[in-house]
């Protein structure tokens, strides 16, 4: 897969897409990012990319010409219908893992990060096809949420996890948080390691496991519950929890 990510801070991008798993993929041509200066396409003698706002009102705002003929330089080359075009902005859908992986089945993504108070409406009317949110805060740019979404969608790719890597059980996956995480040692500052995780009964971790994710769905997102897929297993565990809650004497 292809990222074209347009911005003004290109050197944003040094430290997330060139370590670990990121680095590797692209080492190992899984995905390939392409980072564009918008301000390499501004037309004017001071090369600026922003102007004032017409209407008046504070900050400034990401003129068209510029980011209008970045993407174009990109998209140009691959043909028009060739790239999904991100707009990040607070106005976006949510980003979840649902649209991470609708976003891994595209071939190229070019990614717009926003700087000021937002870009020319125009381009947005015309150019893009996609506008993402990775949350309901404010940032001074797109480009950290464009890493989130380039991170979220390369890890889906085949060949950028390790072999072992399984998305089956992790959060959102399953719309169910993940269960809770041990390893060595057994004991540590007289805290133990769950009996059943050391037993090698494999059913028994599997029943564990499950468990504990629908409990901690239940007790941090029960919103998460309403969209999840439950067994006749998982709803007989949710039924014994509730009785128990219900059984407790609160007076
Ligand atoms: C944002 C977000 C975000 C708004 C003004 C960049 C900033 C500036 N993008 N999810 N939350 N963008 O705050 O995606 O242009």
């Not at 001071?46 to 068209?64: S, W």
């Not at 649209?99 to 070019?110: Q, T």
């Amino acid at each position: 897969m292809r990222f074209d990510i347009l911005t003004l801070f290109p050197e944003m991008f040094t430290g997330p897409l060139t370590s670990s798993i990121l680095k590797r993929a692209r080492e190992r041509g899984v995905i390939e990012v392409n980072l564009v200066n918008i301000r390499d396409y501004s037309t004017n003698k001071h090369h600026t990319v922003d102007d004032t706002p017409y209407g008046g009102g504070a900050g400034m705002v990401m003129g068209p010409e510029a980011l209008t003929n970045a993407i174009e330089n990109v998209v140009g080359r691959y043909g028009q219908s060739s790239h999904r075009v991100l707009l990040m902005c607070p106005q976006g859908r949510p980003f979840s893992q649902a649209l991470a992986m609708d976003l891994a089945g595209e071939k190229n993504l070019l990614l717009i990060c926003g700087h000021y108070e937002g870009i020319d409406e125009r381009v947005r009317e015309t150019m893009v096809t996609d506008e993402i949110s990775i949350g309901d805060y404010v940032l001074t740019g797109g480009e950290l949420p464009a890493a989130v979404v380039v991170d979220a969608v390369a890890r889906l790719l085949p060949g950028v996890l390790g072999e072992a890597a399984s998305f089956e059980e992790e959060s959102f996956q399953t719309s169910l948080l993940e269960y809770p995480h041990y390893t060595r040692p057994r004991e540590y500052r007289g805290q133990m390691v769950p009996e059943v995780l050391l037993s090698g009964h494999h059913e028994e971790i599997r029943k564990w496991r499950r468990r504990h994710s629908l409990l901690r769905t239940l007790a941090r997102r029960p919103d998460l519950l309403e969209q999840a897929e439950l067994t006749r297993e998982d709803k007989a565990i949710l039924r014994e929890v509730l009785q128990d809650l219900a059984s407790l004497d609160l007076d």
